[in-house]
């Protein structure tokens, strides 16, 4: 009987409202909140949502605080770069953001825990790939100046091997997306 109430629950995609870059909702008591897709980030559908009149952001899974990135079959880095740049173009330098992981912060922190920690990780990875390091060692680049940041321990070495098979074509494993 369960099933029977709840199954139309199921399928709600049709109540899905889709935007491309920039849906702007008027939230009342003339405060507008606009949402944002500057591309894939941690997922492939990052999206932010912004309080100009309050100069705050809530960037989901772009941006990280003080944690370690956990990257996953469907993450893509190289793409996630570039989505992450034109996030720090378009918001102001002094938004409070309060991300998907970590606590509220500024947009240096951001982007030195995110954005510095993939460039690094790229630049690091294609050094190994150009110095004829495999798959098997990529796992020993050094990352320990991140070593203190939560779940560290869990991701670095698949961090790691996952831009290693982003840059070489490697299997990314199963998607969920």
Do not use: C
Not at 73 to 78: A, C, G, R, V
């Amino acid at each position: 009987m369960g099933h029977e109430i709840t199954y139309q629950a199921r399928d709600v995609s049709d109540k899905f409202t889709t935007f491309d870059d920039k849906l702007v909702v008027d939230v009342g008591g003339g405060e507008q909140i606009e949402i944002l897709n500057f591309g894939p980030g941690h997922t492939p559908g990052s999206t932010v949502v912004y309080m100009p009149k309050r100069n705050i952001v809530l960037p989901g899974d772009l941006a990280y605080n003080q944690r370690m990135l956990a990257l996953f079959s469907y993450t893509n880095t190289l793409e996630w770069v570039k989505s992450f740049a034109s996030f720090m173009e378009y918001m102001p330098k002094d938004v409070l953001v309060i991300p998907g992981h970590g606590g509220p912060t500024d947009m240096a922190q951001i982007k030195k825990d995110t954005y510095d920690y993939l460039k690094y990780m790229q630049e690091s990875v294609e050094a190994h790939i150009a110095a004829g390091g495999t798959d098997v060692d990529v796992g020993n680049i050094d990352q320990s100046a991140y070593k203190d940041r939560p779940v560290y321990n869990e991701t670095y070495k698949n961090n790691a091997l996952h831009i290693y098979k982003e840059m070489t074509g490697g299997d990314m494993g199963q998607s969920y997306e």
